[in-house]
């Protein structure tokens, strides 16, 4: 009888216990950001797909169609082709393709670039339903960003 009682009380201790922790989780501040109603603010540091940086004098990129960013890119997801034309210094650039689905993030590209063109982006909703989703035209998202 006496190990009945024990048992009885040890259970009911354990109870008090529990609600004692769920009580006081429930009355302490909230630390989760409810996502798809609000959106947490990014750091400075975060590495998102690159971007194409938009010069604000001419209002066009900076990229001089060098290829540094192509050759150093170790997962080979950065496709650049230029032209000459007329009247025109040096290359203009008509290809600027990201391959994300081969891209590891590695910051190669940005680093290696000599004018600057080419930042990470904060962009860090990137889900998608086909492959597809993540060949990024790098001039068309440039020109679409105000």
Same mark, same amino acid.
């Given at each position: 009888m006496k190990a009945y009682f024990t048992e009885l009380f040890t259970g009911f201790w354990s109870l008090i216990v529990g609600l004692k922790v769920t009580l006081k989780a429930l009355f302490s501040p909230i630390v989760t950001t409810q996502y798809p109603?609000? @959106?947490?603010?990014?750091?400075?540091?975060?590495? /998102?797909?690159?971007?194409?940086? @938009? +010069?604000?004098e001419t209002g066009t990129h900076k990229c001089i169609t060098c290829g540094s960013c192509?050759?150093? =890119?170790?997962?080979? =997801?950065? $496709?650049? +082709? /230029?032209? !000459?034309?007329?009247?025109? @210094?040096? !290359?203009? #650039?008509? $290809? &600027?393709? #990201?391959? &994300?689905? @081969? =891209?590891? #993030? =590695?910051?190669?590209?940005v680093e290696t670039c000599p004018t600057g063109a080419i930042d990470y982006s904060n962009e860090y909703e990137l889900a998608g339903r086909a492959r597809s989703d993540f060949y990024y035209d790098l001039i068309k998202r440039m020109e679409e960003r105000q």
């Open positions: 109603r609000e @959106k947490i603010e990014i750091t400075p540091n975060y590495r /998102g797909h690159i971007d194409l940086l @938009k +010069d604000p192509m050759r150093e =890119c170790p997962s080979d =997801c950065i $496709v650049i +082709d /230029g032209e !000459k034309r007329e009247g025109v @210094k040096g !290359k203009v #650039l008509t $290809v &600027f393709t #990201l391959d &994300f689905t @081969k =891209c590891s #993030l =590695c910051g190669a590209c």
